[in-house]
């Protein structure tokens, strides 16, 4: 749905992700970028020169010149500037974490109610289109294998790598299963940094379903992947590339047979022979590519205009974030435990 007038649009922190966000409204349809904000004026002048765009010295000058925000300073300062940011009147994506505590996230939260204001989370790998393809046909899942593992990168350093990778899984999961976790154990180390740069969850949830999760940032290679199982089927998503791929065994009906080769190649998409025995059926479920983050703020900017709730509320962030402190407390658990002494978590959340 497109607004009569271009959404006027603001970022506030113009480092790595806010760059981004910026480059990406500067494109969008239906949304004109008016500013940037930063603590940094060298840093936003540069980056409003290069998207056109003014350099605005402040928060509180948004008022009356935009209409919506992505906010994408650092976690420790997403409640103080979103609530400011919200009580000007103006729509927020807070990008994630949604905060660095549930308090802080109840604050958020409370300010866009007494506001009626829009408040989105930046969980992108929910416009992932592998999530979205997926998402269509989950029934009961019960078995999940994720890993997000990624090359070690100066940015996000502020916070655990609970709260910067594995969080995105942890919404999804919650989102496809809707069902409350029952138990958990966890473990996560330093590495190069004194937060946890390296982390395994297991999950049960009240559905039956266990999920294993592995988050890192110190890996030698990117690696963004879930593959779940549910009654006769094996999905496989693969974030980096966008697509999905579902494996299912059924009843021959005559039509085709077991692929020749290895059946479980998933470039072996043809079918074999009649055998009459049960077949595998390889089938990539139809995506259409697109940068996450330029659907996530497409579908911010509908949401603007069209006053609806997001798909990633302040509800369903605020759920995230306390899975992930659940996580983050069974790391520590775990490290009084065993008795980690230097490579325990220097810092408790």
């Not at 940094?193 to 294993?212: C, M, P, Y």
Request: aromatic share 6%; net charge neutral; with cysteine.
């Amino acid at each position: 749905m497109s607004a009569p007038n271009p959404i006027r649009v603001a970022v506030v922190g113009v480092g790595d992700f806010g760059r981004n966000h910026a480059r990406v409204w500067r494109g969008l349809d239906g949304a004109t970028l008016v500013g940037v904000v930063d603590s940094n004026f060298e840093r936003a002048r540069k980056v409003a020169a290069e998207f056109g765009c003014e350099a605005i010295a402040d928060v509180a000058a948004l008022k009356g010149r935009a209409d919506a925000v992505s906010l994408a300073v650092p976690t420790v300062e997403h409640a103080r500037i979103g609530c400011q940011i919200l009580e000007l009147g103006v729509d927020v994506l807070v990008e994630k974490p949604i905060a660095a505590s549930l308090d802080e996230a109840d604050a958020l939260i409370a300010a866009a109610r007494r506001g009626n204001r829009i408040l989105q989370a930046g969980h992108l790998e929910r416009f992932n289109p592998a999530v979205v393809a997926a998402e269509k046909i989950v029934t009961r899942p019960l078995f999940f294998e994720v890993h997000r593992l990624g090359v070690f990168s100066p940015r996000s350093l502020d916070i655990d790598v609970i709260y910067d990778l594995m969080i995105h899984d942890l919404d999804i999961l919650l989102a496809l299963l809707d069902s409350p976790v029952t138990d958990l154990r966890a473990v996560g180390i330093p590495v190069i940094t004194d937060k946890v740069d390296i982390a395994h969850a297991r999950l049960e949830f009240a559905s039956g379903a266990v999920a294993n999760l592995t988050a890192s940032r110190v890996s030698t290679e990117k690696v963004r992947k879930m593959r779940f199982f549910q009654e006769h089927e094996y999905i496989s998503l693969d974030f980096s590339r966008q697509d999905a791929l579902r494996v299912r065994v059924a009843a021959n009906n005559g039509a085709s047979g077991i692929p020749e080769g290895n059946p479980f190649d998933p470039g072996n998409l043809s079918g074999g022979l009649d055998t009459g025995e049960p077949r595998v059926n390889f089938e990539k479920l139809p995506t259409t590519p697109e940068e996450p983050l330029r659907a996530e703020l497409r579908a911010f900017l509908d949401c603007v205009i069209t006053r609806r709730l997001p798909r990633v509320d302040g509800a369903a962030t605020r759920r995230a974030l306390e899975l992930a402190d659940r996580v983050m407390a069974g790391i520590l658990e775990h490290a009084r435990r065993v008795q980690l002494g230097a490579y325990a978590p220097q810092v408790i959340r």
